[in-house]
């Protein structure tokens, strides 16, 4: 059993007498070396613990240590801490908590390592505390109270420091009648040996009330922390809290809502965290459960064993990893070990590491300093000159962090950083001097604020000060960080009408208070990606690949010049998680996309059909009938690239005139393709090519895609598709119904809406009923409205209702009752585009499902030939309640060529349309934006693992931590869309069970009219109602069982072949069989979590133009409370 190298958390001084190590096993032996030679040792309880040292630390030397058990020990700690010289100054020391009446504890931060530090009121010791690695935690003999005059001193080396004054005592009895309610965080599992509870006031003491166990008290120093039980917690027990301020304040807390203690299994993945690089000595893994034991494999070998000190993410070390290997973990719990996460791939080392920077300015008493130009993975290191040795270091997890520093940043000193990764260091950093700073300033509070925030940002800070924010005046949160801006996190969330306000502390100053920022209701928001010219092309079509890409195209672009040019190869790919675009070419200069049509096949691929032959009529038709494409192409996302397919097919021969040329027949210009129950694809309606006699194609036409070929569907075409005007089903709004029909919501020759029963008769179609009673859905322009089919859900039997938008009254159709006529579903939408206007009609509007069941509609014209009139302002429609909400504006008009799609992450991607309908490179709308909806504000749950496929009638095995907070499971299917139409998108709702610990499993329908076959967006929903991020699944062709297998001869031949064998049925064989014959008795086959990645669906957040504020938030650790 190897051992994984412990590490021993900096930064030490020569003043230091004990040292924190972190990642050992409980029951290991413990030894610290100084330059090799041994200097203490211990048995590790826990895998965060504090040694003391048998022999003085002197400045430069270099400590490491190792863990051992029985005959196995671990090798020395690769990254090795450097000691400190003394400081030639004792400075002054910071105050991490927030210094409440009746305070029993405190949390001094920025101490020399290995000071003593007393705390004081004017002559008057209230408690005493020993710094190990810069910060000291003790309890207060005398609790705070109100007029107290705070001072708190160090002594390192038995030199006292300077004297520092305290922030006065906050009197929170006047404020509060009763303390917030704490929360224990869930999920707690059967065997942890931790249970964190958080929305605490500094100060308090919290009873733990274990039902299974005895009760526990700790004063808590912060407001969420961390509080070790034993016994370890047991299953099925409940676990609750509450707080209280004792002495004159008599303040307490309601009990916490209670959490039960769920199974262990399965235990949690922990995955590792990529980059990793040949020679990186360290790994960083999350999902981690605290003292549960960890093992790193590379290619499956064992790199050695440790005790992970966190719950979430840590970063342990390793042996140096050897590029080219695959590294896993695995974590135990109760001797249950988890699947491994997904393996992450070690990269060779760079050539070398980039210089790192170090922000200027940084001032006297800074807690901590940022640093940019850092590589992912690295160790970055602070360093001061002074005292010859690092005085901070973190991993970078991103190329800009901000490092906490102890001691206190020291007035004339020089500071620069180094970074160490992939077996490599880093040239030394610019050189920074530390100056001083006589006045603080208010910072300012960032507006908008958001009711579903747990956070506040702050800009105008001083680099290295300390940021405290207040809610309604009572204090909420704290924060450091080394720039000038940063987020801070408040104890529990934001309401509507709270004040937020915030002040800054350095040294012993103490700013203003910000002005108040009062908190606002979040409805969502745009972003723009980049610059105005992002796009690079008109994004007239658009697909979801489930890469995590959106690939969009516009072939000539509505420009008749790149037409006749042949320039018409104009695709690009879009990353849905860094928002990178790729310019993707290949096709040839005679195959013109610009209002083809398109869907998404089973496997993924894109299938665009039709096109644009020439601008401009030609033969028997006139100007405004765009000459038709018989092309077909297919994007491919697992190469990126365009590769040609069957042509779609000619006219019947018998109907083509003498003299022409048949092969110049066929084809569609505006069609719309959607994709079957089977996985073929129809192609419907559009103009066609020259020799055609037709002004539109009324030819049903069937892709297949085994084949790569069309076939034309019955022995004739169908009459009520209109052939005579050019201009009157173009992109017809298809869809296909839970019962496999095809219903056209735009209205047919005969101004009816139809159904078609697939696949065999072009004639075979319904009657439904007429249009809506608004003008603009009977106009004969179906590309003027758009329509979306409402979620389906088992609880009504996947009953289809259909929504016309676009006039100013949408309209919903069910097709479960018919009889009920077009149902009115009325907006509320006032003053858009200008003061006085009501419910604006939108042409050229795009609708999308979002993964909560609502409708997002965006876009959209009162006159589509008018910018003018752009309505700017989305719209949301929730199905449940049937109303409607405004949400924020664009900046953009978004019109005719316009589209709109779901993200993986939840949000909409938004692109295209022509200034005024008009055509021409000029008049193209090149900027990207997305839209993030109301979710997006607040957390959400999440997925940590999921099967990459199912078929129809299987369970979808699905992992979240959030497992007993889901209320409801959704697939959206990945969307293709054009001319405002997106034929593809469809989400079903799937009926689920919850298994044990973070496991549920969600039933795939068995009907494949439900959830057509492809790739969808698996999304869980918790009980605020807010989506994960998706994750990509491909649903596949199930067998169907037929409804009474004995009737069918073949069964019995089959069943008698399997008796006469005379061998033992394998359990496949007899689950099959009972299935068939008497229904479902076992449950439908489970499909597993996926042993690989699932791409970039499983990213969400915001790419790098709207990048996150740096948080680098310590104060969100992972330590205990005082016991």
């Known amino acids: 059993m190897p051992l994984l190298p412990p590490r021993v958390i900096g930064p030490l001084s020569a003043c230091s007498g004990s040292v924190r190590v972190q990642g050992q096993l409980s029951g290991s032996t413990i030894t610290i070396f100084a330059d090799g030679v041994a200097v203490g040792s211990g048995t590790a309880s826990w895998p965060d613990q504090i040694f003391p040292l048998s022999a003085s630390l002197t400045a430069g030397q270099q400590i490491t240590a190792t863990q051992a058990v029985g005959v196995e020990i671990s090798p020395l700690s690769p990254e090795p801490i450097e000691v400190q010289a003394k400081p030639p100054i004792i400075g002054t020391v910071g105050f991490r908590s927030h210094l409440n009446q009746c305070g029993e504890c405190v949390w001094l931060e920025g101490l020399v390592p290995g000071a003593t530090v007393e705390l004081r009121d004017g002559g008057t010791v209230l408690g005493a505390g020993e710094s190990y690695d810069g910060n000291a935690r003790f309890h207060l003999a005398t609790p705070l109270a109100a007029g107290m005059d705070i001072k708190a001193q160090q002594?390192?080396?038995?030199?006292?420091?300077?004297?520092?004054?305290?922030?006065?005592?906050?009197?929170?009895?006047?404020?509060?009648?009763?303390?917030?309610?704490?929360?224990?965080?869930?999920?707690?599992?059967?065997?942890?040996?931790?249970?964190?509870?958080?929305?605490?006031?500094?100060?308090?003491?919290?009873?733990?009330?274990?039902?299974?166990?005895?009760?526990?008290?700790?004063?808590?120093?912060?407001?969420?922390?961390?509080?070790?039980?034993?016994?370890?917690?047991?299953?099925?027990?409940?676990?609750?809290?509450?707080?209280?301020?004792?002495?004159?304040?008599?303040?307490?807390?309601?009990?916490?809502?209670?959490?039960?203690?769920?199974?262990?299994?399965?235990?949690?993945?922990?995955?590792?965290?990529?980059?990793?690089?040949?020679?990186?000595?360290?790994?960083?893994?999350?999902?981690?459960?605290?003292?549960?034991?960890?093992?790193?494999?590379?290619?499956?070998?064992?790199?050695?064993?440790?005790?992970?000190?966190?719950?979430?993410?840590?970063?342990?070390?390793?042996?140096?990893?050897?590029?080219?290997?695959?590294?896993?973990?695995?974590?135990?719990?109760?001797?249950?070990?988890?699947?491994?996460?997904?393996?992450?791939?070690?990269?060779?080392?760079?050539?070398?590491l980039p210089t790192p920077k170090v922000h200027e300015p940084l001032f006297e008493c800074g807690a901590a300093v940022r640093v940019s130009n850092l590589h992912v993975g690295a160790r970055v290191y602070v360093y001061s000159s002074l005292l010859g040795a690092p005085i901070g270091e973190r991993t970078a997890d991103a190329d800009e962090v901000d490092v906490p520093v102890a001691p206190l940043l020291i007035a004339h000193d020089k500071i620069f950083a180094v970074q160490r990764g992939c077996g490599l260091v880093s040239s030394q950093s610019n050189t920074v001097v530390v100056g001083k700073i006589e006045r603080l300033q208010a910072p300012r509070v960032v507006e908008p604020l958001y009711s579903c925030e747990n956070a506040v940002r702050v800009v105008d800070v001083v680099p290295g000060a300390r940021v405290d924010v207040y809610?309604?005046?009572?204090?909420?949160?704290?924060?450091?960080?080394?720039?000038?801006?940063?987020?801070?996190?408040?104890?529990?969330?934001?309401?509507?009408?709270?004040?937020?306000?915030?002040?800054?502390?350095?040294?012993?100053?103490?700013?203003?208070?910000?002005?108040?920022?009062?908190?606002?209701?979040?409805?969502?928001?745009?972003?723009?990606?980049?610059?105005?010219?992002?796009?690079?092309?008109?994004?007239?079509?658009?697909?979801?690949?489930?890469?995590?890409?959106?690939?969009?195209?516009?072939?000539?672009?509505?420009?008749?010049?790149?037409?006749?040019?042949?320039?018409?190869?104009?695709?690009?790919?879009?990353?849905?998680?860094?928002?990178?675009?790729?310019?993707?070419?290949?096709?040839?200069?005679?195959?013109?996309?610009?209002?083809?049509?398109?869907?998404?096949?089973?496997?993924?691929?894109?299938?665009?059909?039709?096109?644009?032959?020439?601008?401009?009529?030609?033969?028997?038709?006139?100007?405004?009938?765009?000459?038709?494409?018989?092309?077909?192409?297919?994007?491919?996302?697992?190469?990126?690239?365009?590769?040609?397919?069957?042509?779609?097919?000619?006219?019947?021969?018998?109907?083509?005139?003498?003299?022409?040329?048949?092969?110049?027949?066929?084809?569609?210009?505006?069609?719309?393709?959607?994709?079957?129950?089977?996985?073929?694809?129809?192609?419907?309606?559009?103009?066609?090519?020259?020799?055609?006699?037709?002004?539109?194609?009324?030819?049903?036409?069937?892709?297949?895609?085994?084949?790569?070929?069309?076939?034309?569907?019955?022995?004739?075409?169908?009459?009520?598709?209109?052939?005579?005007?050019?201009?009157?089903?173009?992109?017809?709004?298809?869809?296909?119904?839970?019962?496999?029909?095809?219903?056209?919501?735009?209205?047919?020759?005969?101004?009816?809406?139809?159904?078609?029963?697939?696949?065999?008769?072009?004639?075979?179609?319904?009657?439904?009923?007429?249009?809506?009673?608004?003008?603009?859905?009977?106009?004969?322009?179906?590309?003027?409205?758009?329509?979306?089919?409402?979620?389906?859900?088992?609880?009504?039997?996947?009953?289809?209702?259909?929504?016309?938008?676009?006039?100013?009254?949408?309209?919903?159709?069910?097709?479960?009752?018919?009889?009920?006529?077009?149902?009115?579903?009325?907006?509320s939408m006032f003053d858009h585009p200008n003061p006085g206007d009501v419910n604006p009609v939108r042409e050229n509007a795009d609708a999308i499902i979002l993964p909560t069941g609502e409708i997002f509609i965006e876009g959209g014209l009162k006159n589509g030939l008018n910018d003018a009139t752009?309505?700017?302002?989305?719209?949301?429609?929730?199905?449940?309640?049937?109303?409607?909400?405004?949400?924020?504006?664009?900046?953009?008009?978004?019109?005719?060529?316009?589209?709109?799609?779901?993200?993986?992450?939840?949000?909409?991607?938004?692109?295209?349309?022509?200034?005024?309908?008009?055509?021409?490179?000029?008049?193209?709308?090149?900027?990207?934006?997305?839209?993030?909806?109301?979710?997006?504000?607040?957390?959400?749950?999440?997925?940590t693992d999921a099967a990459p496929k199912a078929c129809h009638g299987e369970k979808l095995e699905i992992r979240t931590p959030d497992a007993a907070d889901i209320q409801k499971v959704v697939l959206v299917r990945c969307g293709t869309v054009t001319h405002n139409f997106n034929s593809d998108q469809r989400h079903i709702t799937l009926e689920f069970t919850r298994e044990k610990g973070d496991v549920i499993l969600a039933a795939v329908p068995s009907e494949p009219n439900v959830v057509i076959v492809g790739y969808y967006l698996l999304f869980v929903i918790d009980s605020t109602g807010r989506p994960s991020t998706g994750r990509f699944v491909q649903i596949c062709m199930g067998k169907r069982r037929p409804p009474r297998p004995w009737l069918d001869q073949e069964w019995w031949d089959r069943l008698r072949d399997l008796l006469r064998d005379g061998r033992n049925l394998t359990l496949e064989e007899i689950r099959t069989l009972q299935r068939e014959a008497v229904g479902p008795i076992f449950p439908p086959w489970r499909r597993p979590l996926s042993m690989e990645g699932h791409g970039p669906g499983d990213q969400g957040g915001h790419g790098p133009d709207h990048p996150q504020d740096h948080d680098h938030d310590h104060d969100h650790g992972h330590d205990g409370g005082h016991h």
């Open 471 to 827: 809610v309604n005046g009572i204090f909420r949160g704290s924060a450091v960080g080394g720039g000038t801006n940063l987020t801070v996190g408040v104890s529990s969330q934001l309401a509507v009408g709270d004040s937020v306000t915030a002040l800054q502390r350095l040294c012993q100053h103490i700013s203003p208070l910000s002005k108040p920022v009062l908190v606002q209701e979040f409805r969502g928001r745009w972003v723009q990606v980049g610059n105005t010219t992002a796009a690079g092309i008109l994004a007239v079509h658009a697909a979801l690949l489930h890469t995590g890409k959106i690939v969009y195209f516009g072939g000539d672009q509505h420009d008749s010049g790149l037409n006749a040019a042949g320039d018409v190869d104009h695709t690009r790919l879009f990353d849905c998680a860094t928002h990178a675009i790729t310019v993707i070419t290949g096709l040839p200069g005679n195959s013109d996309l610009f209002c083809a049509g398109h869907s998404q096949l089973a496997d993924g691929r894109i299938l665009a059909a039709g096109g644009t032959r020439k601008w401009g009529g030609g033969g028997i038709h006139p100007p405004g009938h765009f000459i038709g494409l018989r092309d077909a192409y297919l994007f491919d996302p697992s190469d990126d690239q365009w590769h040609a397919t069957g042509k779609l097919v000619t006219q019947r021969a018998s109907e083509v005139g003498p003299g022409l040329d048949i092969e110049k027949t066929g084809g569609k210009w505006y069609p719309t393709l959607v994709t079957m129950p089977d996985g073929r694809v129809l192609a419907v309606s559009g103009h066609p090519e020259v020799d055609d006699s037709r002004h539109n194609n009324n030819s049903l036409e069937l892709y297949d895609p085994a084949t790569g070929t069309w076939s034309i569907v019955g022995a004739v075409d169908y009459g009520n598709i209109d052939t005579v005007d050019a201009r009157r089903y173009e992109y017809p709004r298809l869809h296909v119904l839970p019962d496999g029909k095809v219903i056209s919501m735009s209205p047919m020759a005969n101004r009816r809406l139809e159904k078609w029963h697939p696949y065999t008769d072009a004639t075979d179609w319904d009657d439904v009923i007429a249009p809506p009673p608004e003008g603009i859905y009977d106009n004969w322009f179906a590309q003027d409205t758009t329509s979306v089919m409402l979620p389906l859900s088992p609880t009504d039997k996947y009953r289809a209702r259909i929504m016309q938008a676009g006039g100013s009254m949408p309209f919903i159709l069910d097709l479960g009752n018919l009889a009920a006529g077009w149902i009115a579903a009325p907006r």
């Open 870 to 943: 752009g309505v700017r302002a989305p719209e949301i429609y929730d199905p449940v309640s049937g109303t409607w909400g405004v949400l924020p504006a664009s900046p953009v008009v978004r019109g005719y060529h316009s589209t709109a799609l779901l993200m993986p992450n939840g949000a909409v991607w938004v692109a295209g349309s022509n200034f005024n309908a008009s055509p021409g490179l000029s008049n193209r709308e090149l900027r990207i934006e997305i839209f993030e909806p109301w979710y997006f504000c607040g957390r959400r749950p999440s997925i």
């Open 155 to 352: 002594t390192a080396c038995s030199t006292p420091g300077t004297v520092t004054d305290g922030p006065p005592v906050d009197v929170l009895v006047e404020k509060l009648q009763t303390l917030p309610t704490p929360v224990v965080q869930a999920p707690l599992r059967e065997c942890e040996r931790r249970v964190t509870v958080s929305n605490v006031v500094h100060g308090a003491t919290v009873t733990l009330m274990r039902s299974a166990g005895p009760n526990l008290q700790a004063c808590f120093d912060l407001d969420s922390l961390w509080m070790g039980v034993n016994p370890p917690l047991a299953l099925g027990e409940t676990i609750s809290a509450r707080q209280e301020l004792h002495g004159r304040c008599k303040l307490k807390s309601a009990d916490a809502l209670p959490v039960m203690v769920q199974d262990n299994t399965p235990v949690p993945v922990a995955n590792v965290v990529p980059p990793l690089c040949a020679g990186n000595t360290t790994v960083v893994l999350n999902g981690l459960v605290m003292a549960a034991r960890v093992k790193i494999l590379a290619d499956g070998v064992e790199l050695g064993m440790a005790e992970s000190p966190v719950d979430g993410t840590y970063d342990f070390l390793v042996p140096a990893l050897v590029g080219g290997t695959t590294v896993t973990a695995i974590q135990e719990l109760c001797g249950e070990w988890s699947i491994p996460g997904t393996g992450v791939l070690v990269d060779p080392a760079p050539a070398s």
